[in-house]
């Protein structure tokens, strides 16, 4: 959810909220002003539409979807939902996710008709030996960035998991939401990089430009691209053309590249100013996560109430979001009271002041 923003995102008048997502910086300008190309882009498809003979110039700039001659890699928007469809159709009646987990996802799986089998995720990233045990041949996993606690998958267990795979047969799906925000660290490697036949590798611009653009893509072993664009051939009549034009234009003009650096450094400083708020003013709490992405995993100091923190924080004016809700209702009890904070919609002033009266809403929650 994003927050109503003030012209300058520091107006006193309006609360902080910890999104999932960009927020009023250039980020997000930067994809309403795409978005504003592509509105021109539409005023010219219509001309082009009037003058069907122009047609013939624009189409051979059409991304290659479908092509007999594309490369492994697709171009795919709705690519998950596909390879769903496409998992349930080759048999498979169980998919593997990560627990905690994001659970936006989760509904459309099951209505794929997969049945989810949650897997433990501990300070190495994914319990690889919990997923063998659970009989899924097919899992999705957050490796580089484990989404919510921010844990990175360990060597040890990167390789366990291509293994895993290989012994049953299986297909890893990588969902890397947030690869173009690494801060202190290297990247991490792909696991698609290591196995291309096993991996499919998912990605999308909704962290990096907007959620609203829906464009992502996929890059998956050969077989499994082809059997995509066959199903889908079969099962919608394409996916929107001049949204792709507009990413193609801005990632050939090197506008895309410019974008995330600028980012990256926004980002790293708004990372900053919450971490160190966050350790002024919640001390006793354990924060995750910090080295990438756009938001933090704070577990919250032992015995402090998750919801009653969340209701407290609200009426300071801050809205946060709790962790339990993203864990199975089997492991939800157990799980540390913890709170996501995504931090990349919110000037550093404000990041400071959120943090201040959230330890305020802490503070108070554990005097009673
Ligand atoms: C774990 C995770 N995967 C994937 C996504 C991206 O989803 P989509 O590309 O459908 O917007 C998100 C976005 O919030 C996410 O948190």
Do not use: N
């Not at 709705?78 to 593997?96: I, T, W």
């Not at 999308?204 to 199903?231: M, N, Y």
Request: net charge negative.
């Amino acid at each position: 959810m994003y927050s109503p923003k003030s012209p300058d995102g520091d107006g006193p008048d309006v609360a902080p909220v910890f999104g999932a997502g960009p927020g009023d910086d250039p980020g997000y300008l930067a994809s309403l002003r795409t978005a504003t190309e592509l509105g021109r882009l539409r005023a010219m498809m219509l001309v082009l539409l009037a003058a069907p003979v122009l047609i013939l110039v624009i189409m051979p700039l059409i991304v290659q979807d479908g092509r007999e001659d594309a490369p492994p890699w697709l171009y795919a928007p709705l690519a998950a939902a596909a390879l769903l469809a496409l998992l349930r159709a080759g048999g498979h009646r169980e998919l593997a996710v990560e627990d905690p987990t994001s659970v936006r996802q989760l509904p459309m799986m099951e209505t794929a008709g997969l049945r989810l089998v949650r897997v433990p995720v501990d300070e190495e990233g994914l319990d690889v030996a919990a997923l063998a045990a659970g009989g899924a041949r097919t899992v999705l996993v957050t490796p580089a960035h484990q989404y919510p606690t921010g844990v990175v998958l360990s060597a040890a267990r990167r390789a366990a998991l291509i293994a895993w795979a290989r012994d049953v047969d299986g297909l890893i799906l990588e969902d890397d939401y947030d690869a173009e925000f690494r801060y202190d660290r290297d990247p991490v490697g792909c696991l698609q990089g290591v196995d291309p036949d096993r991996v499919v590798l998912l990605g999308s611009v909704s962290k990096s430009l907007a959620p609203a653009l829906r464009l992502g893509w996929a890059v998956a072993p050969p077989s499994t691209a082809a059997r995509l664009r066959d199903h889908r051939a079969v099962t919608d009549l394409g996916a929107p053309i001049l949204e792709q034009h507009a990413l193609t234009e801005f990632l050939r003009g090197g506008g895309y590249d410019r974008h995330l650096r600028t980012m990256r450094r926004r980002y790293r400083a708004r990372r900053d100013a919450l971490a160190a708020a966050l350790d002024a003013h919640l001390p006793d709490a354990r924060v995750h996560g910090v080295s990438a992405g756009i938001h933090l995993y704070v577990e919250l100091p032992p015995g402090c109430d998750e919801d009653e923190t969340v209701a407290r924080a609200a009426r300071a004016g801050v809205a946060v979001t709790g962790a339990r809700s993203l864990w199975s209702a089997e492991r939800a009890a157990a799980a540390p009271p913890a709170l996501v904070l995504g931090y990349a919609g919110l000037s550093e002033t404000r990041l400071v002041k959120a943090a201040e009266l959230l330890g305020q809403a802490v503070t108070h929650g554990a005097d009673g």
